[in-house]
């Protein structure tokens, strides 16, 4: 494997002896991403097949210390915004293009949004932001969709789209069935998709998906069908979605049977996808074809 892809898949959650911030070469963000850990207790209402999250080993901490989570925050900015970050491993392998501070990202070990310290949170690191005049530098929250009326989470989602803000939001699945058997969540799958329309109504939103292979089988040409129809519902509605970032499983996972797709099929999927979707940009991600 060369050292450009370990950089992008080397996304584990940890720099150093830090708690809450770490830095990854994102292939979605197409630079380098900060990410902001707010599920220390590795708590998440998702359980999702293709998480890598490791869930055996306890947690260092499983609160929340905004102080010294900001902390971290700055301690890696000066790294990022001075350029020591792409001397130290996996970091100086990354291509000359990535060697920039795309976004401070809230995702993590869960779902970001079921702290309850979260718009706390997004306010802390937007006033960081401006301190430090990072205009450019986006905001972006990676949801599971699941909490997004909640009231302090859409203070805070009010706040980060203040500050160059971005909300990727999860839909995995077109079906009820689908939904249950790949998320494995008791969030009821409708309350996933008014959340996506609210949303949606208010702020661009961008649609993350993951399809992969599950038990020896992708997405079938139904549950796709039924995938489209859930975006058309939200565009027919009036609501604004950026685009879809397509990308499947991209490191092992504890299930053996959830495996990455092919580039032929990811590339047939996207496809599909443009057709049903033409209004739509589709985002492609592949997985790594020598494990596929």
């Not at 902001?36 to 869930?55: M, Q, S, T």
């Not at 859409?154 to 990727?168: D, F, K, N, P, S």
Request: with cysteine; charged share 25%; aromatic share 8%.
């Amino acid at each position: 494997m060369s050292e450009l892809i370990k950089a992008h898949l080397d996304h584990r959650r940890v720099w150093r002896d830090f708690i809450y911030c770490y830095p990854v070469i994102s292939r979605r963000s197409q630079g380098l991403s900060l990410g902001v850990n707010l599920n220390p207790d590795k708590v998440c209402n998702f359980d999702c097949v293709y998480c890598e999250v490791d869930r055996a080993t306890p947690p260092r901490r499983r609160d929340i210390d905004p102080d010294l989570l900001v902390e971290e925050l700055a301690v890696l900015l000066d790294l990022a915004t001075g350029g020591e970050i792409y001397q130290v491993p996996p970091f100086d392998s990354a291509l000359p293009a990535h060697r920039r501070l795309n976004d401070i990202a809230f995702s993590g070990d869960g779902e970001p949004t079921t702290t309850r310290l979260f718009a706390e949170v997004v306010n802390r690191v937007a006033q960081l932001k401006v301190q430090r005049g990072l205009d450019s530098v986006k905001l972006v929250l990676i949801t599971d969709s699941s909490r997004l009326q909640a009231p302090e989470v859409m203070e805070g989602l009010a706040t980060l789209m203040a500050h160059q803000g971005e909300i990727w939001a999860k839909l995995d699945a077109g079906t009820e069935a689908f939904y249950r058997e790949i998320c494995r969540s008791r969030v009821p799958f409708d309350r996933i998709l008014d959340n996506l329309l609210v949303t949606a109504l208010r702020w661009p939103i961008l649609i993350q998906t993951l399809f992969l292979e599950w038990r020896g089988k992708g997405p079938s040409e139904a549950e796709l069908e039924a995938y489209c129809g859930r975006l058309e519902h939200i565009l027919d509605r009036g609501g604004q979605i950026q685009a879809i970032q397509l990308y499947t499983v991209a490191r092992p996972t504890p299930e053996p049977e959830a495996r990455p797709l092919r580039h032929v099929e990811m590339d047939a999927l996207a496809a599909s996808l443009r057709s049903h979707l033409p209004e739509l940009p589709v985002e492609v991600y592949y997985g790594p074809e020598e494990w596929a």
